[in-house]
């Protein structure tokens, strides 16, 4: 049938249509389609009662048709909004991430850091604070059994608790694991060491943690966190060097400037909300620590603890440091000698009652290749010059350290190649006339100078004092107090300190006429000056880089709920470490809190991070950044000197009773190191417990085993003092390429830390 009106069609002329002849059955429309679903020759049972299903139906050729209702849709679930840090499959990773990469992640948290590519964050604009904890002493070995924790790990026991770890230890990623029989003894591992060459994705993907792959001392963190990360220390692989893995999370980089300036740094600038903070010269006072991360002789005065005075002695006998080698302490009895009474000290008065004297020698290379005492300098607080002597050497002078200068023999001019970058600007001329000996200067020193109220100031003074072989518990090292850019062990030069702050030129004709020790003593003086009238945070601010705690100040701070919020106030940092951070790293952080040991640590770190509720300490609900360090671990493997602070454990009295210990290259036993490693997870733990909801917390060790690097490195020294001044054959210590390439694997290795990344 064909439509010939304009009128809407009816349902029932559809039906008609169906019931006609085939050519009528093209018919387009809803209604076409609806009429031939209901047309007879559909199966009956399509056509059962409505009844039956519940559903409507409507008649069509005397029989019910029932129409079922589409189910409603499922509802998507809310996904969740809480922060969420890990792995993603999706990532590409070409080598270790760096500490840098870490530091780039805390800035993305809380700062203006672009978005990190090496890991996968969902809501991270919910988190509020990250805690980073340094942890020296952790190695990928201890997860994959290269080092075993304990020979029988039922008889472990953590504060009284016994620990249960005979279980397989940990996963590589591909289902290769270390076995551990049943009685407990760790077999040979299948996963390849951190020591071998990374050659596989496998050393640099990060690893699963398993509860029920690790072994008992570790346990804990699995719950902590989902992957061990491989991290790579800062260093140059060319020259065998590691530098700072504190520094490398605590400088955060600079925008290059486009600006171009000639060579050599540019002055030191000051912000513009700077204030200086005069501070009196006692508060720059170099610690026991830092005397001996410097390799300072320590004077006696200094221990108090007779364990200590007693591996001091020890120590003088092995580094040839006594008085029977010439060797002379200052006459001070005791540090409190020094004290001055607050009557006797002038108001506002920078030296607080003390003699400031700066001091500064120059050296040159007698027989048996020593450096000795040629000329010493000593300037007054008020520019004066209390001494300046030339001084005879015992031994007869090899090389002067002042290029083409003749020596003893007739028309033979010392090797410029031969020397040093220390140019004494002494002459055989000089000398020659002069009658003054060692023993005469320590004399003087030691009479009329190093008194109790003395305090002696210098650039590197370790090398000066060793020179006069002399020791003084009161100094101050221009290297100490302005620190390197890239952080310990290195040292920035005094010329280069000069230009800075001081923009003055010193030491100039690049040795030609050598160097002036009168000039570099002021020089000195004038930055111990500027120092004390800019306050202790002057000369913390990196020439490639800044701060993270001034990084992050310019942040502004999220409101935080019950805590009363500033306008504009930046985010707040934390330091928290062994000794007196606020003396050197911990400057710029709003809150510095030194500990003793691991456990003050853990204290501190729940103070800064949650506030303290009287407001005494820190007020508003705690800071945004913490970075602390736990130091057990690394002072009983023996990378760290564990004799520099009390440690209150049983295991390091015994390592510092035992004179053997101060070897760096002595291993703790098994269960002496299984027992640290617990006791550090378990300070792990506690600080993971006490973090606030959404709470970013990262842990990483720093660097590998170094110990090895640091030996080879010594080794290296030796073998190129005694080459100066002897011959190959007459060398107790060869250096050839074979030591060479053993310094270089070493230093790989020392710089391949781990990490671990987790939210609260």
Same mark, same amino acid.
């Given at each position: 049938?064909?439509?010939?009106?304009?009128?809407?069609?009816?349902?029932?002329?559809?039906?008609?249509?169906?019931?006609?002849?085939?050519?009528?059955?093209?018919?387009?429309?809803?209604?076409?389609?609806?009429?031939?679903?209901?047309?007879?020759?559909?199966?009956?049972?399509?056509?059962?009662?409505?009844?039956?299903?519940?559903?409507?139906?409507?008649?069509?050729?005397?029989?019910?048709?029932?129409?079922?209702?589409?189910?409603?849709?499922?509802?998507?679930?809310?996904?969740?909004?809480?922060?969420?840090?890990?792995?993603?499959?999706?990532?590409?990773?070409?080598?270790?991430?760096?500490?840098?990469?870490?530091?780039?992640?805390?800035?993305?948290?809380?700062?203006?850091?672009?978005?990190?590519?090496?890991?996968?964050?969902?809501?991270?604009?919910?988190?509020?604070?990250?805690?980073?904890?340094?942890?020296?002493?952790?190695?990928?070995?201890?997860?994959?059994?290269?080092?075993?924790?304990?020979?029988?790990?039922?008889?472990?026991?953590?504060?009284?608790?016994?620990?249960?770890?005979?279980?397989?230890?940990?996963?590589?990623?591909?289902?290769?694991?270390?076995?551990?029989?049943?009685?407990?003894?760790?077999?040979?591992?299948?996963?390849?060491?951190?020591?071998?060459?990374?050659?596989?994705?496998?050393?640099?993907?990060?690893?699963?943690?398993?509860?029920?792959?690790?072994?008992?001392?570790?346990?804990?963190?699995?719950?902590?966190?989902?992957?061990?990360?491989?991290?790579?220390?800062?260093?140059?692989?060319?020259?065998?060097?590691?530098?700072?893995?504190?520094?490398?999370?605590?400088?955060?980089?600079?925008?290059?400037?486009?600006?171009?300036?000639?060579?050599?740094?540019?002055?030191?600038?000051?912000?513009?909300?700077?204030?200086?903070?005069?501070?009196?010269?006692?508060?720059?006072?170099?610690?026991?620590?830092?005397?001996?991360?410097?390799?300072?002789?320590?004077?006696?005065?200094?221990?108090?603890?007779?364990?200590?005075?007693?591996?001091?002695?020890?120590?003088?006998?092995? /580094?040839?440091?006594?008085?029977?080698?010439?060797?002379?302490?200052?006459?001070?009895?005791?540090?409190?000698?020094?004290?001055?009474?607050?009557?006797?000290?002038?108001?506002?008065?920078?030296?607080?009652?003390?003699?400031?004297?700066?001091?500064?020698?120059?050296?040159?290379?007698?027989?048996?290749?020593?450096?000795?005492?040629?000329?010493?300098?000593?300037?007054?607080?008020?520019?004066?010059?209390?001494?300046?002597?030339?001084?005879?050497?015992?031994?007869?002078?090899?090389?002067?350290?002042?290029?083409?200068?003749?020596?003893?023999?007739?028309?033979?001019?010392?090797?410029?190649?031969?020397?040093?970058?220390?140019?004494?600007?002494?002459?055989?001329?000089?000398?020659?006339?002069?009658?003054?000996?060692?023993?005469?200067?320590?004399?003087?020193?030691?009479?009329?100078?190093?008194?109790?109220?003395?305090?002696?100031?210098?650039?590197?003074?370790?090398?000066?004092?060793?020179?006069?072989?002399?020791?003084?518990?009161?100094?101050?090292?221009?290297?100490?107090?302005?620190?390197?850019?890239?952080?310990?062990?290195?040292?920035?030069?005094?010329?280069?300190?000069?230009?800075?702050?001081?923009?003055?030129?010193?030491?100039?004709?690049?040795?030609?006429?050598?160097?002036?020790?009168?000039?570099?003593?002021?020089?000195?003086?004038?930055?111990?000056?500027?120092?004390?009238?800019?306050?202790?945070?002057?000369?913390?601010?990196?020439?490639?880089?800044?701060?993270?705690?001034?990084?992050?100040?310019?942040?502004?701070?999220?409101?935080?709920?019950?805590?009363?919020?500033?306008?504009?106030?930046?985010?707040?940092?934390?330091?928290?470490?062994?000794?007196?951070?606020?003396?050197?790293?911990?400057?710029?952080?709003?809150?510095?809190? %030194?500990?003793?040991?691991?456990?003050?640590?853990?204290? %501190?770190?729940?103070?800064?991070?949650?506030?303290?509720?009287?407001?005494?300490?820190?007020?508003?609900?705690?800071?945004?950044?913490?970075?602390?360090?736990?130091?057990?671990?690394?002072?009983?493997?023996?990378?760290?000197?564990?004799?520099?602070?009390?440690?209150?454990?049983?295991?390091?009295?015994?390592?510092?009773?035992?004179?053997?210990?101060?070897?760096?290259?002595?291993?703790?036993?098994?269960?002496?190191?299984?027992?640290?490693?617990?006791?550090?997870?378990?300070?792990?733990?506690?600080?993971?417990?006490?973090?606030?909801?959404?709470? /970013?917390?990262?842990?990483?060790?720093?660097?590998?085993?170094?110990?090895?690097?640091?030996?080879?490195?010594?080794?290296?020294?030796?073998?190129?003092?005694?080459?100066?001044?002897?011959?190959?054959?007459?060398?107790?210590?060869?250096?050839?390429?074979?030591?060479?390439?053993?310094?270089?694997?070493?230093?790989?290795?020392?710089?391949?830390?781990?990490?671990?990344?987790?939210?609260?």
């Amino acid at each position: 049938m064909t439509r010939t009106d304009s009128k809407k069609r009816k349902l029932a002329h559809y039906e008609q249509d169906a019931n006609a002849d085939t050519q009528t059955t093209n018919l387009l429309g809803v209604g076409a389609t609806l009429a031939h679903l209901q047309s007879s020759d559909l199966p009956p049972s399509s056509k059962s009662s409505a009844a039956e299903d519940g559903g409507e139906a409507l008649p069509s050729s005397g029989e019910w048709q029932t129409i079922k209702r589409r189910p409603a849709k499922k509802q998507k679930a809310e996904k969740s909004k809480y922060p969420v840090i890990t792995h993603s499959s999706l990532a590409r990773l070409q080598s270790q991430i760096k500490i840098a990469d870490l530091q780039s992640l805390v800035l993305y948290l809380l700062g203006d850091g672009p978005s990190p590519s090496w890991v996968s964050l969902r809501n991270h604009e919910a988190i509020r604070k990250v805690v980073v904890l340094m942890v020296p002493g952790l190695e990928k070995d201890m997860f994959n059994g290269g080092i075993a924790l304990e020979e029988k790990i039922s008889n472990l026991e953590v504060d009284g608790a016994p620990v249960n770890g005979s279980e397989p230890v940990l996963e590589n990623g591909q289902g290769h694991v270390t076995q551990i029989d049943t009685k407990g003894t760790i077999q040979a591992p299948v996963i390849k060491s951190a020591a071998s060459t990374m050659q596989s994705p496998d050393d640099y993907y990060p690893i699963p943690l398993s509860n029920d792959r690790l072994v008992g001392p570790l346990k804990q963190l699995a719950k902590i966190f989902p992957h061990l990360w491989p991290v790579k220390a800062p260093g140059d692989d060319k020259l065998s060097r590691i530098y700072s893995p504190l520094h490398a999370i605590l400088t955060a980089p600079l925008p290059k400037s486009k600006e171009k300036r000639g060579h050599g740094p540019g002055p030191a600038k000051q912000a513009e909300s700077w204030e200086d903070a005069r501070t009196p010269v006692t508060e720059f006072l170099s610690t026991l620590e830092e005397l001996r991360d410097n390799e300072y002789t320590i004077h006696p005065a200094l221990l108090t603890v007779p364990s200590e005075k007693e591996e001091e002695v020890i120590r003088h006998l092995k /580094a040839e440091e006594t008085a029977e080698k010439g060797w002379r302490d200052s006459d001070v009895n005791n540090i409190d000698d020094g004290k001055v009474a607050e009557q006797d000290i002038q108001h506002g008065s920078l030296t607080a009652g003390r003699e400031v004297l700066t001091i500064d020698c120059e050296m040159c290379q007698t027989e048996g290749g020593a450096s000795e005492l040629t000329r010493v300098s000593v300037i007054a607080w008020d520019g004066g010059i209390v001494l300046d002597k030339l001084v005879k050497p015992d031994k007869p002078i090899v090389d002067y350290l002042t290029p083409y200068v003749l020596c003893s023999a007739p028309f033979i001019v010392t090797p410029f190649t031969n020397m040093t970058k220390r140019f004494s600007g002494i002459t055989k001329e000089m000398l020659d006339p002069v009658t003054t000996s060692l023993s005469d200067i320590q004399s003087r020193f030691v009479k009329d100078i190093l008194h109790p109220k003395a305090i002696l100031v210098g650039h590197s003074l370790n090398a000066d004092l060793k020179a006069l072989k002399l020791t003084h518990p009161f100094v101050i090292d221009t290297s100490i107090i302005f620190q390197h850019p890239r952080g310990p062990p290195l040292k920035s030069s005094l010329k280069w300190l000069a230009q800075r702050y001081l923009s003055k030129e010193i030491q100039q004709g690049h040795g030609m006429h050598g160097h002036d020790s009168v000039e570099d003593a002021r020089a000195c003086l004038d930055l111990l000056k500027q120092k004390c009238e800019k306050g202790p945070k002057w000369g913390t601010i990196d020439a490639a880089g800044e701060s993270i705690f001034k990084r992050l100040e310019r942040v502004q701070r999220p409101p935080i709920s019950g805590a009363s919020a500033i306008a504009d106030e930046g985010r707040l940092g934390a330091v928290v470490d062994w000794g007196q951070p606020m003396r050197s790293f911990g400057t710029l952080a709003k809150v510095c809190i %030194g500990c003793e040991n691991d456990a003050d640590v853990v204290e %501190g770190v729940k103070l800064a991070i949650n506030g303290d509720p009287e407001g005494k300490i820190v007020s508003g609900g705690g800071v945004d950044f913490v970075w602390a360090r736990l130091r057990k671990l690394e002072a009983v493997r023996g990378w760290w000197n564990s004799n520099r602070t009390a440690i209150d454990s049983e295991v390091s009295r015994r390592q510092m009773s035992n004179a053997d210990v101060a070897n760096d290259d002595t291993e703790p036993t098994t269960s002496d190191l299984a027992a640290a490693v617990a006791m550090t997870v378990k300070c792990i733990s506690d600080v993971y417990d006490s973090l606030p909801p959404c709470t /970013a917390f990262i842990v990483y060790s720093g660097t590998g085993d170094p110990r090895e690097m640091g030996r080879l490195q010594a080794r290296s020294r030796q073998a190129r003092e005694e080459f100066k001044t002897k011959k190959w054959d007459e060398c107790s210590v060869h250096w050839t390429d074979v030591e060479e390439q053993a310094l270089r694997a070493a230093a790989k290795k020392a710089r391949n830390g781990i990490g671990f990344v987790s939210v609260k």
